[in-house]
T-cell receptor
Framework: AQTVTQSQPEMSVQEAETVTLSCTYD???????LFWYKQPPSRQMILVIR??????QNATENRFSVNFQKAAKSFSLKISDSQLGDAAMYFC?????????FGAGTRLTVKP | EAQVTQNPRYLITVTGKKLTVTCSQN?????MSWYRQDPGLGLRQIYY???????DKGDVPEGYKVSRKEKRNFPLILESPSPNQTSLYFC???????????FGSGTRLTVV
């Protein structure tokens, strides 16, 4: 079964700076999907960005981008120009055949 | 508005008293799933459903039941709740594994 590992329980970044959150996963499949979700204090789970494994090009959504390294099974999230509203728990997830697995999460603090 | 609706948002109950957490989606999604979120463990899948009358166990199904009699509804049933089921629960739906899940607002359950 696939597993997802987020090795950074907590991270902090200065407002307007850039931060990268790490995620690795383990799977035997070649076709799958990867996601980053944001969970602010409201506890709502919000999809930030998704990546299809068969696409080599890294996904980008405004200030959010990923560095997808398929051979290394790595899927990190880069947040540019960090804002106070980016403070949240971030979860990495791997989905294959409706078996979506989540990492333990990284709590991001943004310092003004 | 396209959404997943869970009720209740908060629930305190006593050990052994049967309860149901309701979940409904208005997006005609095929896939629905229940997760529980615990600190340091991320989200773990309890049960999922790929269509009406089709359900399957996730990683932590013990002590839970589900049913999918209609496409839009996917209730979570705790027949005899125990304190180790105290958690934050999320219902989610998706049209396909490609797109990730849309989550409900969560149910904070406390079993005393």
């Amino acid at each position: 079964a696939q597993t997802v590992t987020q090795s950074q329980p907590e991270m902090s970044v200065q407002e307007a700076e850039t931060v990268t959150l790490s995620c690795t996963y383990d799977t035997s499949e070649s076709d799958y999907y990867l996601f980053w979700y944001k969970q602010p204090p409201s506890r709502q789970m919000i999809l930030v960005i998704r990546q299809e494994a068969y696409k080599q090009q890294n996904a980008t959504e405004n200030r959010f981008s990923v560095n997808f390294q398929k051979a290394a099974k790595s899927f990190s999230l880069k947040i540019s120009d960090s804002q106070l509203g980016d403070a949240a728990m971030y979860f990495c997830a791997h989905n294959n055949n409706n078996d979506m697995r989540f990492g333990a999460g990284t709590r991001l603090t943004v310092k003004p | 508005e396209a959404q997943v609706t869970q009720n209740p948002r908060y629930l305190i109950t006593v050990t052994g008293k049967k309860l149901t957490v309701t979940c409904s989606q208005n997006m005609n999604h095929e896939y629905m799933s229940w997760y529980r979120q615990d600190p340091g463990l991320g989200l773990r899948q309890i049960y999922y459903s790929m269509n009406v009358e089709v359900t399957d166990k996730g990683d932590v199904p013990e002590g839970y039941k589900v049913s999918r009699k209609e496409k839009r509804n996917f209730p979570l049933i705790l027949e005899s709740p125990s304190p180790n089921q105290t958690s934050l629960y999320f219902c989610a739906s998706s049209p396909s594994v490609h797109y990730g899940y849309t989550f409900g607002s969560g149910t904070r359950l406390t079993v005393v």
